[in-house]
Each structure stands twice: as C-alpha cells, then as structure tokens.
C-alpha cells in the first residue's frame, strides 16, 4: 500500500506525488501536528491560514477521488504511529522539503521505520522555478554570489519578457523608475479579502482556544485558503493593482500597508498559486498592454530574481547561516514589537498592520523595521525568530536570507553588498511617516530628533573596520571623517543614550 504525504506548505494541486497517484490504492495522509504549531509562538492568522488551508485540501482531494487520512495529532510522529496501524503502508512517497529543520526531522524519521517501509522523496518544482540541485548548480562554491546575474540567467532560461536573446525593452531592470515616494491621500486600488467560511470559522474557534495567548489579532482574518481564492486574489491583482505595483513599489503610506503590493506570497508559498503560473499571468498582462514593462517587469523580477534566489541560499548555507552574526549585535528586541505601541510613526505603521494581519509589505520590513534593528544592534537571531513568528508568509528558508542576509548584514555581505541602512532621510523621503511623528526627521541630536539619524552615523563609526573599505560606502564614510570632532561626539553620545532610553522602553507609547 502506498502512503502520500502532504504537509500544510505543499498544498499544491500539480504536486508530483499527486500526479503519480492511485485513486483506488493510495491514500494522502495529512498531519495536523501540534508539535508543529508550537516550533514558535506563531501568529494566529498563521495557524488559521495553514490549518484552514489543509482542510479544505484535504477536502478538495476527497471531491476529487482520493481516499484522505486527515489526522490531528500531538505530533507527526504520533500522526504517522497512527496512520501505519491503520494502513500498514509499504511505500511513503514525500514532497522535498526546503525547512531544514523539517528536513532533519524526516529524516530521523526515516532511520527509525522498519526496512519493509521505502520512503521515496519526490520534487518540489511547481513550487519553485528550480528544484534544490538545480538551484544549487547556479549557485557555484560558497559566494558571494551576485542577484542579478541569478536574475538575468533564469529569466533568459525561463524566456520571460524575452525578444529573442534580449530582454523586452531592451533593459533587463526599470527599476529606476520604480522609486516613487508616496504622498498623502493617495490612493490605490483595494485588495481582493475573503470573508472566512464555516470551516476557517471552525479553525479560528479552535486557535482562540488552544493558541489564545499567541500573538496577533485574529478577527480580521481575511487571507485566501484555497485555490479557488488564491486564483480570485491573484486576477484581481493583475487586473487592478499590476498597473501602478512599479511606481510605488518603494513607497509607504500611513494607514496603508499593502498599496499596490500583491499580497500573494501567503498563497504562493503554501503551494496554492504556483510562481510560474503567476509570472506568466503577469507577462500576459504587459503583452495585452495592461500593465507597463516597469510594473511587469519589477513583479517578475521580486519573484525569479529574489524568491527564487533567496531560495537558493537557504539551500546552500544551511545550517550554519542560522547563526550569523557579523556585527555582532546582541541588544533584546523591545516588546513592542508585540504591540506596535511605540511613538515612532515608521515603526508603529510597520508593526500594527503585521498585529493586524501578519502583513507588511516589502520596504517597510527592509528599511523600517531591518533599519531600526540594524541601528540599535538587535540580536539577528532575535529578529529573525520575531518575523518568524509574526508574517503570514514566513518559512525558515525565506525568513533567514531576507532578515539575516538582506536586512541585516549579519551573513557579512552574502547576498548584498552593504547594509541597507539609512538615516531619517530615506524614510522621509519615501512616506508620509515623518508628517506623524512626534521625533523631527532633520534634526539630529536635538531632544526632539529622529533616533535614526545619530544612530545611522554611529552604525558606520561603530563598524568603520568592518565596513570603511567597501566601495559603495566610501562616499559616506568621508562625509563622516570630515566631520569635525565635536559633532562626531554629540552624535555619538545622543547614540548612546538612545540605546539606553530603548532599553529603558522610552520609545514605547
Ligand atoms: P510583492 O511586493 O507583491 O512581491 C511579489 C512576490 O515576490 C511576493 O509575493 C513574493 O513571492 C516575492 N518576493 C518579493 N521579494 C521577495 C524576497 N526578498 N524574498 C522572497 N520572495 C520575495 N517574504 C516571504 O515570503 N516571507 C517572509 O517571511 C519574508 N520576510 C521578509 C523579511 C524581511 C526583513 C525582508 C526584507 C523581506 C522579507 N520577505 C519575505 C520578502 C518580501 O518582503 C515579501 O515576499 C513580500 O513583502 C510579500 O508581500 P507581497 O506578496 O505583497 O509581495
């Protein structure tokens, strides 16, 4: 007898077990493991998404033929336990996993089953572009390895946006044109949301119940579950927001954290939308002359060049990427990261939405929230474990690479070439956070100033050794050595005392 097992981030129609399998002979067995729930204190959106999303799976299979052993169980192996009592399978077929810890979990697994038992782990394709060897091979020795020319390769391999051996518009990047700030009272097309049906109502009681002192709201759960509303949220996408996702693809606004983002990575890396048919749906749209080349092309490029490519140096540099610390930063991560009360404006705009929803969109994770982490020296283990916990879309494999590696520097320069780090400036410049706040963006060392601004040039003093020579910081670090000595120490001491007014919770509201 043979066993498919499906786990609750591989619930993707096209699975290749799927494919192979014996309507009459096999059964998919699904583990609801709360063992599982409990590796962090996840957000209870993310236990609804995944729970509601194998249920209705598990339900989809069942209308489609299959015979399903749905079990909920204190963990997978009690789940199993049960499930080979029962069924006494001589072949356990598996998608490849990607979490490492997933993986070493099966794979203890595995050295304990009796030989009769054959485990047979099959591809994980339609969820990436590349399988793990395949991505492996474009990522030769041990890096730095550049993204853009990931980008451009897989692009031209794939032949998307492609005229023959070019790229369309004869530019492989407009991001140039994508970094428009927003203004306030902008505003932008509303996302497709999905009212929970009586099986997410079920879920949402019981997460209330057993997960009550999780973080995050759960009253608004609003995300899609099934295929069906991942392809409704996608079309919409495409129809209504593609067209201006390039322009203000750096922007934020308050009040709105989704703008013209997709908002469809909680979909595609559970399995329900696949990338390549989101890619291909996007380039249509630009060839029906819907969407322009810059928004197209900047969609396409978050999904070939970043998902796919932060994909790949989870893959290579696991297990010991967990522990990078470059910068050696070891401040707690404050507690109102929990709350989102906090007198910075930038900060509660990029908190609140992620308590709401698990959710904020791409830049203000990066030039907020890394940012702040980056200047007041958080542990990046801490961090990493915090967004984890909190985003809707979070797996080990992208967690990592975008905290540890894109945002924090602490891989040393993997995956980028400096730190993303800016003072008051960027921020200012971007949103309409500073209008809000009471701490003033132009201002340094005044009472009243932006924490970001001492802390940014105290970053760059604090780790001159480390970072003087790379040559996209020169410029900024001989505007630092040409300041003269008594600014130097104001900014310096208006850094520490910022970092002990954290530690005394002053930015708390
Ligand atoms: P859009 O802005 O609409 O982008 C389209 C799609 O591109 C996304 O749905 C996603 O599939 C893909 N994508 C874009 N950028 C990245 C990237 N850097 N890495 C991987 N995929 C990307 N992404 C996650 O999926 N899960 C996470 O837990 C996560 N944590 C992040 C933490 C930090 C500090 C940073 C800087 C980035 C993180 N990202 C993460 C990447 C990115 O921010 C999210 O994929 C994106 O914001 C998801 O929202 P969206 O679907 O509206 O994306």
Redesign the pocket.
Known sequence: MVTRWIFGNQLCKDLPILKDADKDEDVILMVEAESRALWESYHKQKLTLIFSGMRHFAKELEEKGFTVDYRKADSFREGWKEHKKAFNPNHVHITQVTDDRMRRALEKWEDELPEKIEVHYESEKPMFLLSKDEVKERLPGDGPWQADSFYRNLRKDLGVLMDGDDPIGGKWSFDQENRKPAKSGMDFPKKRTFRPDEITQQVMDEVNENYGDNPGELDSFEWPVTRKEALKALNQFISDRLPT?GTY?DAMLIGNA?MS??????A??MGLLQ?ME?IEKAEQAYHDGEAPLNAVEG?IR??IG??EY??GIYVKKMPDYKQVNELNHDTDLPSFFYTGKTKMKCMEQSIQPVIEKG?S??IQ??MV??NFANLFGISPQQTADW??EM?I???DW??L???LG??LFADGGLLSTKPYVSSANYIHKMSDYCNECPFHPKHKTEEDACPFNALYWDFLDRHEDRLGDNPRMKLIYSQWSKKDQDDKQAIKKKASSLKQQLTKGSFHE
């Open positions: 996702f693809q989704d983002h997709s908002l469809l990575s909680s595609i890396n990338p989101v969609f978050q999904i970043w998902r932060m994909r959710y969109h791409h994770r990066l929230l890394g967004f984890n985003y879309d979070a797996y992208v967690v690479p975008n905290v894109m945002a």
